[in-house]
């Protein structure tokens, strides 16, 4: 699953290092980019479907084993490029936890033709457009969107900037603080605490999805220029990469441009991660209870949910994770907000991993009733368990999946951010499947995948509680806590 | 078998919008039409001819600038019933019909604007024109409806923010906009939003949305010359006419001219956040272009003063831009940095950082504020602006937002074809008028907010 999730919360698992502030658009980042040929198999409204079909999204892979997907659209005159790497925190060495995301600043460094990041940063503004990348569990990747007739410049830089960075002892320290900074702020973000939080307590601190993509401020600290070297000579390698271009190009061009920019590049013999090790076994509910100085109490429940190899499951998971809490009028805000009136805002979550994932649920809620809200939403959950969905709300929720992945895919960088991301951890024709395979997803699929996955008397809970809430009293406080568990 | 419908209507659109994608071409873009209807609202229409989508956007000028304090958050609580009822059609008529329509029409509300939006099948225009006419006219803020929308206001002032950029700007501009509409919450008043009845609503409504307040502007496939043969049937006889006294003048902020700094701690951050406010002229300014450079220079991209020197060479913190949102009459040029509050200084010891970036980021600025920008870094600006404003068109309900709200608050620019003209306008400015605004906006009058850690046994907020 993709994107209608993360427009609402940013998690440490997709963090934008290269962020500036802007004055708030309408963006909502990420998802799916091949749902037209998907439309077109259904045969919806198929009388206007045709044109899509003629600018799929095609493959190529150079002798290096680079793929390249190009997904042509000629809308305004523009073409997004997206460099992904297999090179996410999945793939660090134990104990090299923050590595993958220290990576991801340096690189922008310098190389030996471009020297510094002004001369980086400063090709790309110079031909329109801005330079950004971010890290997860999974992988990385790094982006522009530039005028079309700029394409074949802002791919050398691109090029230039993953075949030849210069990774000096310098430029790894001199970029400590602001990684330090960019964790700090992090840790202000109560829902990113509850997340790494509950993180830590599903995967436990071995697995690579239990520690935060930027790794604990102690990790950071001690990262040393031979670990990040080492990283970037081993994973950022042709054979580990995938280049999504779309937008005002044709394929044939994008392909004789990649071959010309990445043919050289070598392949790397040494790519395969060690498996990570399984997650510890839930046999009861688990709970960790932080105290905070907050306004309001918040809360986040997690349950089990199938990784991408289990792909009928994770269909199945993302049109049930939109009736529950992220689709118009789903259940948890209907019920828990509107009708009960005991939380001020909540949600589901779900992101589509490599390996298993998990199904949260978080709630904001006033001080003083933190039993009530997760009995309201384990009894939800129960409800999905034993009764089969109508198949009014049924279709409600698949239309609403739908209309969040349009939305998103209709720019030439959302349609490229999905491509990429699905062949991070499967292949870009996940997408060519998706809208097929989530239509035709039944009630009873869901009762399944709620029995499955969904339950209620195995799950972990963080709370936060304010100081100020006389509850809190016998709670850790998040700071402490946060030494041992997260940070 | 209404939902059977709206259902099968919602895959219509779906698959609209992705043919769309393939098939927009600026090539096959008409030239704007401006008419005025003869109820006097401005209409704008901008055909394309190679989507199968239209998107319509209104802009009423009903803002912080028609609230007092006793009514503070009316605007937004109008925005928010709007769409509950008209003369003609209950609650449960305009659900079906949006929902009809694909379920993306929606209001929202900011200190300039009310905004009405509408994005559908370039088929149903007609359905999507009656609607917007329809609540333009004709809105009645049902009782049962007003006491749902106050709940659900109310709701989100309780929901945790969790961008601390939000409350580190709006302390800054109580002090800068202070005597003006803008020194009010951003989002209303709570205690206000808490009395306001339903006849308030209707009052507020039957003053501000009078023809001369509201501009629409349309993109899509749809002819314009039905566009506007739809919109003047439509607004007929509009039962409101314009007051006959003249709008009054904005009162602007009086302009400080020594540094104010606001502090405030709060008990459950990590890092500092530190944010230096200039006053600015609005989006409707001569110098709104040489603004906008001069700010891309100063923060806005990423070889920016701000980014290279506090970021870059000093590592001082993650986050660092400036802002300079676009507003009606006045506006504000924001620096801004998110630091750690401590760094290990050579002896191991923790250094209090917050005092050196606040100094930092002054001194950035005051150079920025001295030095004539080269050549070199003026042009890439330039592209980047112009680069950023052709991705920020992509989608057609923006390419309908810009069109529409040029023609309302950039006049003097040249109205909607301001938007047509911005690379020209970005173009014509010079290494002159950069540094002519730097020195006339970035001067000793600022406003230093800050909000950094506290005693997190002391409460969330406290001076």
Redesign the interface.
């Known amino acids: 699953m993709s994107g209608i999730i993360e427009g609402k919360i940013v998690y440490w698992d997709r963090i934008n290092t290269r962020h500036m502030r802007q004055r708030p658009l309408t963006n909502r980042l990420r998802s799916l980019g091949i749902v037209i040929v998907a439309l077109f198999v259904t045969g919806i409204a198929g009388g206007e479907i045709p044109a899509f079909a003629q600018s799929p999204a095609v493959l190529a892979t150079l002798p290096n084993g680079l793929r390249i997907v190009t997904a042509p659209s000629h809308a305004v005159g523009l073409v997004a490029i997206d460099a992904w790497m297999r090179a996410g925190a999945t793939r660090q060495p134990i104990g090299h936890f923050g590595v993958a995301h220290y990576l991801e600043h340096v690189l922008f460094k310098g190389t030996p033709t471009r020297p510094n990041e002004e001369q980086i940063d400063g090709a790309i503004e110079n031909l329109g457009g801005s330079f950004n990348a971010a890290t997860s569990f999974d992988w990385a990747h790094f982006y522009v969107v530039v005028p079309s007739e700029n394409f074949a410049a802002a791919l050398a830089v691109i090029g230039d900037v993953l075949q030849h960075a210069s990774i000096t002892d310098k430029s790894v320290q001199s970029e400590r603080p602001i990684i330090l900074s960019e964790v700090a702020r992090g840790i202000d973000n109560p829902d990113e605490v509850m997340n790494a939080q509950i993180r830590a307590m599903v995967y436990g601190p071995k697995h690579p999805y239990g520690v935060p993509v930027t790794g604990v401020p102690q990790d950071v600290q001690t990262i040393t220029r031979d670990q990040v070297a080492a990283f970037y000579k081993t994973f950022y390698a042709p054979n580990n990469m995938t280049l999504v271009v779309t937008g005002d190009i044709a394929p044939e061009q994008v392909q004789k441009e990649a071959q010309s920019v990445f043919g050289g590049w070598a392949k790397s013999m040494t790519l395969d991660p060690p498996d990570p090790p399984a997650l510890p076994q839930l046999t009861s509910i688990h709970r960790t209870i932080l105290r905070r100085s907050a306004s309001s109490s918040s809360m986040m429940i997690a349950f089990g949910a199938p990784s991408v190899a289990d792909k009928p499951d994770a269909w199945v998971m993302d049109v049930l994770l939109t009736l529950l809490g992220q689709g118009a009028n789903n259940r948890l805000t209907r019920t828990l907000r509107d009708q009960q009136k005991i939380v001020d805002s909540i949600s589901a979550d779900y992101l589509t991993q490599q390996h298993e994932g998990i199904l949260t649920v978080t709630a904001s809620f006033p001080t003083g009733n933190p039993d009530a809200v997760e009995k309201a939403i384990v009894d939800q959950i129960q409800n999905l368990r034993d009764e089969v969905v109508s198949a009014w709300e049924l279709d409600a929720a698949k239309q609403s999946l739908m209309a969040s992945y349009l939305f998103d895919v209709q720019t030439d960088s959302g349609r490229a951010d999905a491509l990429g991301f699905y062949d991070m951890i499967d292949t870009y024709q996940y997408d060519v499947d998706y809208i097929a395979h989530f239509e035709t997803v039944t009630g009873e699929d869901l009762r399944r995948a709620a029995v499955k996955y969904l339950t209620p008397d195995k799950y972990n809970i963080v709370t936060i509680i304010p100081f100020t809430d006389p509850s809190s009293a016998q709670a850790p406080s998040a700071t402490a806590a946060s030494k041992t568990a997260s940070y | 078998m209404a939902?059977r419908t709206f259902?099968h209507l919602?895959?219509?659109?779906?698959?609209?919008?992705?043919?769309?994608?393939?098939?927009?071409?600026?090539a096959e873009t008409a030239a704007p039409r401006d008419v005025r209807l003869p109820c006097g609202i401005r209409l704008i229409v901008k055909e394309e001819q190679a989507t199968?989508l239209v998107a319509v956007q209104v802009f009423v000028r009903a803002g912080s600038d028609e609230e007092d304090a006793s009514n503070c958050g009316i605007g937004s609580f109008v925005a928010a019933t709007l769409l509950k009822g008209t003369k003609n059609q209950h609650t449960q008529d305009i659900s079906r019909l949006i929902g009809s329509l694909?379920?993306?029409v929606s209001t929202s509300w900011d200190p300039d604007f009310t905004q009405i939006q509408a994005l559908t099948l370039a088929s149903r225009f007609d359905d999507a024109s009656y609607l917007i006419s329809d609540v333009l006219k004709n809105a009645t803020f049902p009782d049962d409806e007003v006491k749902t929308a106050r709940?659900s206001l109310l709701?989100g002032f309780?929901?945790?923010s969790?961008d601390?950029?939000t409350p580190v700007y709006d302390n800054m501009r109580r002090v800068l906009y202070a005597g003006t509409s803008r020194e009010r919450p951003m989002n209303g008043d709570q205690s206000v939003i808490e009395k306001l009845k339903p006849s308030d609503l209707r009052a507020f409504y039957q003053r501000t949305f009078v023809p001369r307040n509201i501009v629409i502007a349309v993109v899509g496939n749809v002819p314009a010359d039905r566009v506007i043969a739809s919109f003047r049937t439509n607004l007929a006889n509009f039962p409101r006419a314009n007051p006959s006294r003249n709008v009054p003048a904005l009162s602007g902020p009086t302009p400080i001219t020594k540094p104010i700094t606001v502090k405030k701690f709060?008990?459950?951050?990590?890092?500092c956040y530190i944010l230096a406010g200039y006053l600015a002229p609005g989006a409707g300014a001569r110098d709104y272009p040489a603004m906008l450079v001069m700010n891309t220079l100063l923060g806005?991209?990423?070889?920016s003063k701000l980014?290279?020197s506090l970021?870059?060479k000093q590592?001082?913190?993650?986050?660092?831009?400036s802002?300079f949102?676009?507003q009606v009459g006045w506006s504000d040029v924001s620096a801004?940095i998110?630091?750690?509050?401590t760094?290990d200084g050579p002896d191991g010891k923790p250094v209090e950082m917050t005092p050196i970036v606040r100094d930092a980021l002054i001194e950035a600025i005051k150079e920025f504020h001295e030095t004539k920008p080269a050549d070199a870094d003026l042009?890439?600006?330039k592209?980047?602006l112009?680069?950023?404003y052709?991705?920020?068109?992509?989608?057609i309900?923006?390419r309908a937002y810009f069109l529409g709200y040029s023609e309302i608050a950039q006049k003097e620019l040249g109205g909607y074809e301001f938007d047509t003209n911005y690379a020209d306008a970005i173009n014509r400015v010079t290494v002159d008028d950069v540094q002519r605004a730097a020195k006339q906006y970035l001067g000793d009058g600022v406003v230093l907010s800050m909000i950094l850690p506290g005693d997190?046994?002391?409460?969330?907020i406290h001076e």
């Open positions: 939902f259902i919602r895959y219509v659109l779906a698959v609209g919008i992705l043919a769309s994608m393939c098939l927009t071409s600026h199968s694909g379920d993306n709940a709701s309780q929901a945790r969790l601390l950029y709060r008990g459950d951050i990590n890092a806005g991209m990423k070889t980014f290279t970021r870059e590592g001082l913190g993650y986050e660092v831009s802002i949102p676009p801004f998110v630091a750690a509050p760094k042009q890439r600006a592209r980047f112009i680069g950023s052709l991705i920020a068109h992509e989608r309900e923006r997190p046994n002391a409460g969330v």
